[in-house]
């Protein structure tokens, strides 16, 4: 079967098993599942990062189907984040996660005013978080340590609220911060093998870097693959909204590591560096991967483009006919994902794995629009 219809037949059964998940968790906004059933991630804990897959999933579906449900459930998730900004303390540079599936969607699919406020205050936020001597967005608030200096690969996908924020408001000092922070990222994470590292510290005063973390990888020096795969993408979405080409040749550097280091199955590990023993898995990291893969495709030239679409469907098959659940009886779609290699717990649900394979099947599909 070619891939076009391939994904066609996916893209039918996300449909079916969706429609029924989504009117059921309508109130709600799910992070992961416990026996099958989704958690709410509302009220109290309305500022974790991942709270803006949900209405990401539904703002997908809602162009895919055209259907109006989805749009109303994603607005339900979007009007309880609003509150994020009065609790603000539980907020950090994950604002793009959060505000650009679901606010930048919402205002980019229906212009609706109100979701171009929240993404704007949103982007205000995270360029707030600008280090202007070190050249970085701060990652995260201190923890247990002094993370004024930390950086963090996951950031190149919070600047498309940046690229966003200076194309709808014509200031360019948005899109600045982000490409200042991608040069640093290029300089200072990308290794010469195409690998990344996932967190570097710089001394937030002097801006000089002072060492890199394994974070949530294998070890220091080791390749977490969804950080490969937030890298690799990331790099593509600053790409499509500079047009500065040593964003792609970074994107097709770290997509040419991964090349070499998917297996021939295509079951993705925690870390490519992990030992095969035990065979953590990250289904999730996987679809991150898979997504940038097929946007770089988009970008290469015929005889090259090929390599890249066939490791994308090499991993997006693996995850649909082994690691997929279409039926009813779990909210969640992909199974099989891994926050961190040294967690205690592996192999649960997290809702954006279904985000990057729901929007990874409709670029295969040829239907997709970046809303990045
Ligand atoms: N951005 C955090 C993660 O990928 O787990």
Redesign the pocket.
């Known amino acids: 079967m070619d891939r076009q219809n391939w994904a066609q037949e996916a893209a039918a059964k996300i449909k079916h098993k969706m429609y029924i998940v989504a009117g059921r968790n309508r109130h709600n906004i799910p992070y992961t599942t416990k026996d099958g059933k989704f958690d709410d991630w509302s009220g109290d804990r309305i500022t974790w ?1 991942t709270n803006g897959f949900w209405g990401g999933i539904m703002w997908l579906l809602y162009q895919d189907t055209g259907e109006e449900r989805y749009a109303r459930i994603a607005r339900v998730s979007e009007k309880k984040m609003e509150q994020c900004f009065q609790d603000f303390y539980g907020l950090h540079h ?1 604002v793009g996660f959060m505000f650009v599936p679901t606010a930048v969607a919402d205002y980019r699919l229906t212009g609706s005013p109100d979701s171009r406020r929240i993404a704007m205050h949103a982007a205000n936020l995270l360029a707030g978080r600008f280090n202007p001597v070190g050249k970085f967005i701060r990652a995260w608030n201190d923890l247990e340590e002094d993370t004024r200096g930390w950086a963090i690969i ?1 950031c190149m996908f919070n600047l498309s609220l940046l690229y966003w924020a200076s194309e709808e408001s014509k200031d360019p000092r948005f899109r600045q911060i982000a490409m200042m922070h991608a040069d640093t990222v290029q300089n200072n994470f990308i290794r010469p093998d195409g690998s990344s590292c996932h967190i570097v510290e710089f001394n937030p005063e002097t801006g000089e870097m002072v060492r890199s973390f394994g974070g ?1 990888g294998y070890k220091e020096g080791s390749s977490w693959t ?1 950080g490969q795969g937030w890298a690799l993408y990331g790099f593509m979405i600053s790409y499509l909204h500079t047009g500065k080409q040593e964003y792609l040749d970074t994107a097709k550097r770290v997509a040419d590591y991964c090349l070499t280091h998917i297996p021939e199955n295509g079951i993705i590990p925690v870390d490519f560096c992990q030992p095969p023993q035990p065979a953590y898995e990250d289904s999730c990291g996987a679809c991150v991967i898979a997504g940038g893969l097929l946007e770089l495709a988009k970008k290469m030239p015929e005889g090259d483009r090929e390599k890249y679409e066939e490791a994308a469907m090499r991993i997006l098959r693996a995850i649909a006919e082994t690691r997929a659940d279409f039926g009813e009886g779990c909210d969640a779609i992909v199974q099989n994902c891994s ?1 961190a290699y040294h967690s205690l717990e592996h192999h649960f649900t997290m809702n954006y794995a279904d985000y990057y394979f729901i929007e990874a099947i409709y670029k295969v599909k040829g239907t997709d629009r970046l809303l990045w």
């Open positions: 990062w994950d996951d949530q969804r926050g």
